[in-house]
């Protein structure tokens, strides 16, 4: 449930005409980020020296179909140059019905008592640097993921986990590596081919063992 003292921003961001659980009509919109989202990125998901500004940012609400059968609205931090390009996937995914299981600001940024506790929340924007393959000995260099510009999004990433030398460490993922067999939640190639688009590849299609399947993004990486 949505804490309206403390993230008073959802709500706000609600009454401005997306779509709700009792209206099946795709509907989007793209807007700046509140002063309260601001607030709440401040820290854990940005901090001064991140590569993109709060204001080259922007919060992409959609309407979205839920493991519940039915229409609900979510909403993503993203980059300002994408958000509407990202505005026109989701509206292909709602054509699909592909059901995502937690997509709202305060699962990705709220606090930490309020956020689904299963983890299967479908995100963009947070500020960090890209995590190596533990497959192929690397290290950190120090470069940033593509998250920390809003031009990456996990969808359900309980149903398509990252999957490194084979295995995941989320034990409720582990039904879920047997890929040639598709369950709700899972992203299907009418999924990928919606990301590619706009020009944007999925971690699924990696080459060798180190796979992320819930991973779409500009680069692919």
Request: proline share 6%; with cysteine; hydrophobic share 40%.
């Amino acid at each position: 449930m949505i804490r309206a003292l403390a993230f008073p921003l959802v709500v706000a961001a609600f009454a401005t005409g997306a779509a709700t659980a009792a209206d099946d009509v795709y509907r989007s919109s793209v807007r700046p980020l509140s002063a309260e989202l601001r607030g709440q990125l401040r820290g854990e998901s940005w901090r001064p020296g991140c590569p993109v500004p709060l204001s080259g940012l922007r919060v992409l609400t959609v309407a979205h179909w839920g493991f519940d059968g039915r229409p609900h609205t979510g909403q993503l931090v993203v980059d300002a140059d994408h958000a509407r390009g990202l505005a026109g996937v989701f509206r292909r995914l709602y054509e699909l019905r592909f059901p995502i299981r937690h997509m709202r600001l305060a699962d990705m940024y709220g606090p930490h008592d309020g956020r689904p506790a299963d983890g299967d929340v479908t995100g963009s924007f947070r500020c960090r640097q890209a995590v190596p393959s533990p497959c192929t000995g690397g290290s950190a260099n120090g470069s940033w993921s593509n998250h920390a510009y809003g031009r990456a999004i996990d969808v359900n990433p309980v149903e398509n986990p990252y999957v490194g030398c084979g295995r995941t460490r989320n034990a409720a993922s582990a039904r879920y590596l047997d890929r040639s067999r598709l369950r709700k939640g899972m992203v299907t190639p009418a999924v990928v081919a919606a990301f590619r688009s706009i020009g944007w590849g999925w971690g699924g299609s990696w080459a060798g063992k180190t796979k992320d399947y819930m991973h779409f993004s500009t680069t692919g990486h």
